[in-house]
């Protein structure tokens, strides 16, 4: 066993480590900022580690490993951000913020614009 070895198993098994805690974090988690948080900061690290772990180890795969990991960076925080402002949109937002509801506020006036 060479140290390239040990280090794609602990990249793999790390990775592997934060998709499993970002699955239970979305099914733990009472709420629905608190359930994206842990969708895609703690999964979309653990993939990255995933996919570092097949490039380093996979002969002759890396450049499709590497464009999945950037995919996925790309995505899940997107989808977030527009899961979170859709639902603040439908006033299921349930907390209250010290500074008022500056996003609120935004977005209220982004309807109001014309076409």
Do not use: N, W
């Amino acid at each position: 066993m060479t140290a390239v070895d040990v280090l794609v198993g602990a990249l793999a098994i790390g990775g592997s480590a934060l998709v499993l805690l970002a699955g239970i974090g979305v099914l733990r988690f009472p709420d629905l900022y608190a359930r994206m948080h842990a969708a895609t900061k703690a999964s979309t690290l653990g993939i990255g580690l995933v996919c570092a772990a097949g490039a380093i180890g996979i002969d002759g795969g890396t450049t499709k490993i590497l464009l999945a990991g950037v995919a996925t960076f790309v995505t899940a925080p997107s989808a977030a951000h527009f899961i979170g402002r859709a639902a603040a949109q439908a006033e299921e937002a349930d907390f209250e913020l010290e500074g008022g509801g500056d996003l609120r506020t935004a977005v209220e006036d982004e309807g109001e614009r014309p076409a």
